[in-house]
């Protein structure tokens, strides 16, 4: 079951290959719907993978990616009119922004685990 979660992981990584290219052949256009469809899903798909994953090993949720899926999503539902490379910055922006949060949270709580050691 725990390597079933790695396909939304890869397909992901595809899709978000794709909308990159998309975005690096005409970065000062909008992507199309197929660029922005890719982009969103591709990162929501990679985001939420690693979600399946951690919940099938720590039986715990990853807030913080859960979040960062719905944001990116939102962005690139919402900017349809803007430049590509906008869009991309800001789905990226988002993605760490995100990791960031969680790596600040799961290093406190990494603290106090050790200092009851």
Known sequence: MYTFFHYPIVLGIVLLAVAAKKTLSAPAEPLSEAGRAALGLGLALFLLGFVLIRYRVL?????????????????????????????????????????????????????GLESRA
């Open 59 to 111: 039986r715990a949720l990853a807030w913080e990616r859960i979040g960062a899926a719905i944001v990116i999503v939102a962005v690139v539902l919402t900017l349809d009119d803007a430049d590509a490379l906008v869009v991309l910055s800001l789905s990226v922006g988002a993605l760490v922004a995100a990791l960031a949060v969680e790596s600040a949270r799961l290093r406190e709580l990494r603290a």
